[in-house]
């Protein structure tokens, strides 16, 4: 997976868990107990999945690095 399409994913995860949470603040009125509840938990997988988009990103930083083709070492000096 290229970080373009680890964005892409991210900010289709992203959008859909948003609208589960806006859904929730319509339909639970306010002041029921479970309101806070459901909403605090959607915040947390909201925290959660962008901590994982966090940690592919790093470790996907190592490996776009281009490995080396040929082991020749480096001349100091042409002449």
Do not use: C, H
Request: a negative charge.
């Amino acid at each position: 997976m290229t970080k373009d399409e680890l964005r892409a994913k991210f900010g289709v995860a992203y959008t859909i868990i948003e609208r589960e949470r806006r859904m929730w603040e319509r339909v639970l009125v306010e002041g029921d107990p479970r309101r806070d509840e459901k909403l605090n938990e959607i915040d947390r997988l909201l925290e959660i999945v962008t901590e994982l988009k966090d940690e592919l990103k790093r470790r996907m930083e190592g490996e776009m690095e281009q490995p080396r083709l040929l082991d020749v070492p480096r001349r100091e000096s042409y002449g």
